[in-house]
């Protein structure tokens, strides 16, 4: 199905070539073969009307005719219930497209400050080997100090 208009616009056209190939091919005004056209209009929803087949930025001659009658009342309550559950269901995929979007943004974020965590936190394990090796060393010092202190006799008067 082609699209010619949004959904939220008054009419939405599709070329439906299938659907009128048995028919007779109405011309417009200005003597091409008409588009055939579906409306979405909430008062003609699924009705299908010929317009001029010049491209809609040009000024064409304004050509319009139904192709079908109003459908009865059981069919247009179907198609307009149909049509409301359509306009809904792209609503929320919408939503839902965007809230995709946003928890795409969001895992790129979290990703960055993962990373930067797991930077700090080898940052913060290589600052601990530093200072457990200025450890050991404080201690071989200590001992080293001791024992030469044991084996000198040295006697502090503030000790």
Not at 36 to 54: D, E, H
Request: proline share 1%; aromatic share 8%.
């Amino acid at each position: 199905m082609t699209t010619n208009e949004s959904p939220n616009t008054k009419t939405r056209g599709s070329t439906s070539n299938e659907s009128v190939r048995n028919w007779d091919h109405k011309h417009c005004l200005c003597g091409r073969i008409a588009r055939v056209n579906t409306s979405w209009t909430l008062t003609n929803p699924g009705r299908r009307f010929y317009t001029c087949s010049t491209a809609k930025d040009v000024q064409g001659c304004q050509f319009f005719q139904w192709v079908d009658e109003g459908f009865s009342g059981r069919a247009f309550d179907v198609i307009t219930h149909l049509n409301h559950r359509r306009i809904y269901l792209e609503e929320k995929l919408k939503l839902v497209e965007e809230n995709v979007e946003q928890n795409i943004e969001k895992r790129r974020i979290l990703k960055e400050e993962k990373m930067q965590l797991i930077e700090g936190k080898q940052a913060l394990e290589k600052e601990i080997k530093r200072l457990g090796r200025q450890l050991k060393l404080c201690a071989f010092v200590a001992v080293a100090v001791a024992l030469l202190v044991d084996v000198t006799g040295f006697k502090c008067e503030w000790l």
